[in-house]
């Protein structure tokens, strides 16, 4: 564990290194945070406009890592950062830079005149080239025209079909074209950019949570304390979004919450640069420490306390996601902790940055043994992280040994950015209860809930919960579970599991063992993370754009997979949700299921054993998106999806190949 600098040292530390950029920003503006431009009133939002009540739909919008990149080129080479085309005979017209401050219209004259030609000479002699609407599996960022036709599709099919929207970071481009460096005014201007697309495409009536991304500074990864220009711009831009009474707190550190939901369920967006062992300027999360990391730890702390102790739920969002070998060892252990300790209150965990959407478990093993490895590089990361998720999986303990308590679930989500394929995801949560006439029955109350220290007697709890949570689901997905023995923790499985240290040792302080021994830890089996009940998460669906390479045609979003049953997108007998356990609006409108609209012609047909046929072949389209079959996004069932991956002929397979 990295050595913890003391509090004062660090304080002037800081301190002197925003002087530093401060003083520095005359010489060399391209280097630091400049002071917001005099006509910034006119480029973004500065003052928080309250959403308007409206029905509840049971779903929201989580999109992460835009990237726009306004120097984007098609039939500009990968080597260029997809900047700069091949020079030809009659010599180039453009230096790829934007003389324009509009970033809608990115392209350069010149591009229609010669797109055409430059795209026949890709397709036909097979040459790398930038891609009109992005180019899949490269490291270029995020075209306009993808920025474009994402937010043309968001506003026309998801306007008024989404509750709030999480919103995980990073929009603007990566630093990976030496002739063309960014600069803090560009990476401002395409926040900005972005918040006007979101601004048009839902308006304000819904909330909208934005996170900091580790390449929305310069430079990027590294972030000290504020306040500083840096937050007081990104407080200026996302002023829309931040409620009031977090300004001050946003200006110190660039985290704050929002109650998606008054008085019932809230978001509360994470700046986890303060944590992330990239960031050279702050040095963990050290107990008793003022290091930015730990003040937001217990920042978290008490927000957790106060919505716990309201009764409401929360989800946790950030742009890094935490897993070991990205945050500060002991920033991880005070996360972990923290999640472990309000598990009763904490509904679910989404981040972004990694491009590979998955999820990963933290558990209290994991947290006791936490050998660093070494972080997992963005680009080449698939292949490790495939291998260190799929021991985790294999190493669950049987059902009569797991104990629920012990662990959590954190999703990541796929990007937009076309590292893979562009990907965004459309959650559903449980509401019932919550219509125009609150139902109180209908809630979990937090504070009601027993709590457990580290001696606690919660062996009669531990006894069910292992039973219960295989036997709620259905007989059709039962599957044959071996007792797994000498468990290797976590999903950096290395080494025998350790033996618990000394609790008066700085170095154990953070350790669970020691942790749940000074604080209550807080879990019940009937809170909306552990069972599906009112705000319960309920499922989700992954569009992507699988048609992204072909330049014939503007891509289109279409499901990549969801995790429902098919009876639940599609409910027997008839378009409505009777007869069915699902008692509010479906997952997602039924346009979107792939070869509705035939079905429906199909209907018509008199013929029919033509009219079978067209069934059996909606059966298959609807089994091919389904391949999850959850009941609900709840902890138990999540510990069965990991067993089934890695027990199941072809789950494995078909889990990287969504990934």
């Not at 930038?130 to 306009?144: F, N, R």
């Not at 019932?264 to 003022?290: E, P, Q, R």
């Amino acid at each position: 564990m990295r050595l913890i600098v003391i509090a004062g040292l660090l304080s002037l530390t800081i301190s002197a290194s925003c002087q530093a950029s401060s003083s520095s920003s005359n010489n060399n503006p391209g280097q630091v945070v400049l002071t917001p431009p005099s006509n910034q009133q006119d480029d973004g939002p500065s003052q928080f406009v309250k959403p308007k009540r409206r029905p509840l739909t049971g779903r929201f919008l989580h999109i992460t890592d835009i990237h726009p990149d306004p120097h984007y080129k098609s039939g500009a080479t990968f080597d260029s950062g997809c900047h700069r085309r091949n020079k030809k005979k009659k010599g180039q017209k453009g230096k790829g830079k934007v003389q324009s401050d509009e970033y809608d219209n990115m392209d350069d004259e010149d591009n229609d005149e010669d797109k055409h030609e430059i795209m026949k000479d890709k397709q036909k002699n097979g040459v790398d080239l930038a891609g009109e609407w992005g180019t899949a599996v490269s490291k270029c960022d995020t075209p306009m025209s993808l920025v474009n036709i994402t937010f043309d599709w968001l506003k026309k099919e998801w306007r008024d079909e989404i509750d709030f929207i999480v919103w995980t970071g990073d929009n603007a481009r990566h630093d990976i074209d030496r002739s063309l460096p960014r600069t803090t005014n560009e990476i401002f201007k395409l926040n900005r950019m972005v918040v006007s697309k979101m601004i048009d495409a839902f308006g304000t009536d819904i909330p909208i949570v934005p996170s900091i991304g580790n390449n929305d500074i310069w430079p990027h990864n590294v972030m000290a304390a504020g306040p500083s220009k840096l937050t007081e711009e990104f407080l200026h831009i996302w002023g829309k979004f931040i409620p009031p009474d977090f300004a001050h707190v946003f200006e110190r550190g660039s985290y704050y919450s929002v109650e998606v939901i008054p008085d019932t369920l809230a978001v509360i967006s994470l700046n986890t640069l303060f944590w992330y062992d990239s960031n050279t300027l702050v040095d963990g999360c050290g107990d008793h420490s003022n290091d930015p990391g730990a003040l937001e730890m217990d920042w978290l702390d008490v927000q957790l306390s106060a919505f716990r102790d309201r009764g409401m739920q929360v989800w946790l969002t950030g742009h890094v996601p935490p897993h070991m070998g990205y945050y500060y060892d002991n920033c991880y252990l005070r996360y972990g902790d923290l999640a472990l300790r309000y598990q009763d209150t904490i509904v679910g965990h989404l981040f972004g940055h990694m491009n590979i959407d998955h999820f990963f478990f933290i558990d209290v093993d994991e947290l006791e043994n936490t050998p660093r490895l070494g972080d997992i590089g963005i680009f080449g990361a698939a292949d490790t992280l495939k291998e260190e998720l799929k021991k985790d999986f294999q190493d669950m303990p049987g059902p009569k040994d797991l104990k629920l308590k012990d662990y959590v679930v954190v999703n990541v989500a796929a990007s937009v950015i076309p590292t893979y394929l562009p990907g965004l995801r459309i959650f559903t949560y449980n509401i019932s209860g919550l219509g125009d006439e609150k139902n109180e029955d209908a809630f979990y109350r937090p504070h009601n809930s027993p709590t457990y220290g580290e001696d606690g007697n919660d062996d009669y709890e531990d006894e069910q919960e292992g039973i219960d949570h295989e036997s709620e689901y259905d007989d059709d997905d039962e599957i044959e579970i071996e007792k797994k023995k000498d468990r290797k923790p976590g999903h950096r499985h290395r080494g025998k599991r350790p033996k618990k240290g000394d609790c008066k040792k700085p170095e154990n302080e953070d350790k669970p063992h020691c942790v749940f021994r000074r604080q209550s830890r807080h879990y019940s089996r009937n809170s909306p993370s552990r069972s599906n009940k009112a705000l319960s998460p309920l499922g989700y669906t992954q569009f992507y754009l699988p048609k992204l390479n072909k330049q014939n045609s503007k891509p289109e979003w279409e499901i990549e997979y969801t995790t429902y049953k098919k009876g639940v997108l599609f409910p027997p007998n008839d378009n409505s949700t009777e007869n069915t356990h699902w008692k509010q609006p479906l997952p997602i409108p039924l346009r979107f299921l792939p070869g509705y609209d035939d079905l429906e012609i199909n209907e018509k047909e008199n013929n029919e054993i033509l009219k079978q046929k067209k069934k059996d072949e909606w059966e298959k389209m609807l089994s091919k998106i389904t391949p999850w079959k959850m009941p609900d996004l709840t902890i138990p069932n999540y510990v069965k999806l990991s067993r089934k991956l890695v027990k199941e002929k072809g789950m494995w397979d078909k889990f990287q190949e969504l990934m």
